[in-house]
Structures are given as structure tokens and as C-alpha cells.
């Protein structure tokens, strides 16, 4: 499976942490869309000529120019390839709706596409941007159905379980994430974030689960409840003795 640069578009080996084109760092962001351009061969003919000259204009980082050529070839024939990579297109332009529009009829038009796991992670994406986490979760889900090794769902997932508060939930997942993903430089942002997420919230967890001792309810609320003011050290002396 190969990567496309969040920059320019190119289309990268897996293992590239360097964009070959641009020279960019590679999935800088957490959450990276992605495509697959070995779906089937190129059309034949005029049809063929436009899909490469849309591909070639997006790895330009013409984004423009590759929506108006992918328009042009699907008014002609709706193929899943281009109706994917224009997805694409509109969500590196964050034009969500239209992400979300392409990546749906994708879905609909080849329902046992072989690659279709990784169209549900960008329109799971996409979905989670808007804040819609329960068609997130589901697009989540159902491509970790189809491809159970396939780490970035189970990353994205672990992120729509954190922001609802789901912390057991996240961690699951946040865990099988680590557990499948590649030791290479295109994955070592995630793996990090996945690591110091799951420190956070045990760390989250294990203080919510804490008995107040009574006449300790302030000094509890500074250390663990985020206030600004400082602990006199008499007392945290006290409370650290108390709790250990």
C-alpha cells in the first residue's frame, strides 16, 4: 500500500518517511488520508489519458486542476479509481462535503471492492472532522472488518473513543494499533502519539478512581482537577504521605 505526500500529492512507497518529490516530512499530521492507485490498471484510450493527467496534475499539487479533469472523466464514466482520488482532492482542499460525496458514491458503486477498507477510513476521517463520531465509528469499524491488519483505522478509531471519554475503549484500540504497526519512520509520529495518549488517560483513570480523604478536597482538585493554584508544599508533603 502506498502513501500519498499531505504536501504535493506524490505517491510514495509505505516505507518513505521523505517525500521524493517535495522533500516534505510524510504523515506529519495524526490523521493521514490515503488512497490506493493500484486498484486496477488505467482506462484505455481518451479515458485513460484524462485519469493520468488528473493523477499527474493532484502529484503537482494543481488540486484545481485534478478536481476539474476527475469531473470531466466522470461525467463521462463513473469509475471507482478517479471518484476516490477526487475525494481525496476535496479533502486535502477541506471540502468535506464533497469528500464525503465521492467517498459514499465509491462505496455505493463498488461494494466488494478489494481496497474498500481504505476508502472507509477516509470517509470515516472525514466524518470525524465534521464531529460525527457514531458514522466515524462505524466507517472505523467496518474497515477494520475487512482488513484487520490495517493499522491507521484502529488509530483513528482510538481517537473518536478519546474525544468521546471512552478512555477503555480508546486504549483497546490505541494497543491493537501498536501491536500491527510497521517499525518504520512513516508510522513513528503515531506510534509516539498512540504511547503518551495511553499514559494520559491510565494516568486520567487512576486519579478519577481515588478516594478523597476528608478535609484533602482542595488539595485533591490542584493536583489532579487542573487548577492554577499552587499546592503549598506542607500540604502536598501531607497528601502524597496519605495516598502512598
Request: glycine share 6%; charged share 25%; with cysteine.
Amino acid at each position: 500500500m502506498n502513501i500519498y505526500c499531505p504536501k504535493c500529492g506524490k505517491e510514495n512507497l509505505e516505507e518513505a518517511s521523505i517525500c521524493v518529490d517535495c522533500k516534505s516530512q510524510l504523515r506529519e499530521k495524526k490523521h493521514s488520508i490515503v488512497t490506493k492507485n493500484e486498484f486496477r490498471p488505467f482506462e484505455e484510450g481518451e479515458l485513460g489519458r484524462l485519469h493520468l493527467m488528473a493523477q499527474k496534475s493532484a502529484e503537482a499539487g494543481d488540486l484545481k486542476k485534478a478536481i476539474e479533469l476527475y469531473s470531466t472523466l466522470l461525467e463521462r464514466k463513473p469509475i471507482f479509481e478517479a471518484i476516490c482520488n477526487r475525494g481525496v482532492c476535496y479533502s486535502r482542499i477541506n471540502d468535506n462535503d464533497k469528500a464525503l460525496a465521492d467517498f459514499s458514491w465509491a462505496i455505493e458503486l463498488e461494494p466488494q471492492q478489494p481496497g474498500l477498507y481504505v476508502i472507509l477510513n477516509n470517509r470515516g476521517y472525514i466524518y470525524q472532522t465534521n464531529n460525527d463520531y457514531t458514522n466515524a465509528l462505524a466507517d472505523y469499524n467496518s474497515s477494520i472488518r475487512l482488513n484487520p491488519r490495517y493499522p491507521d483505522a484502529y488509530f483513528n478509531r482510538a481517537e473518536v473513543f478519546r474525544e468521546l471519554g471512552q478512555n477503555t475503549e480508546a486504549i483497546d484500540s490505541y494497543n491493537s494499533f501498536l501491536r500491527i504497526a510497521p517499525h518504520s519512520p512513516v508510522y513513528k509520529r503515531l506510534i509516539e502519539d498512540a504511547h503518551r495518549n495511553i499514559s494520559q488517560m491510565e494516568g486520567k483513570e487512576k486519579h478519577q478512581n481515588l478516594t478523597v480523604p476528608p478535609g484533602y478536597e482542595k488539595e485533591f482538585e490542584i493536583l489532579f482537577g487542573g487548577g492554577n493554584t499552587p499546592l503549598p508544599q506542607s500540604n502536598k508533603k501531607k497528601w502524597w504521605q496519605f495516598w502512598k
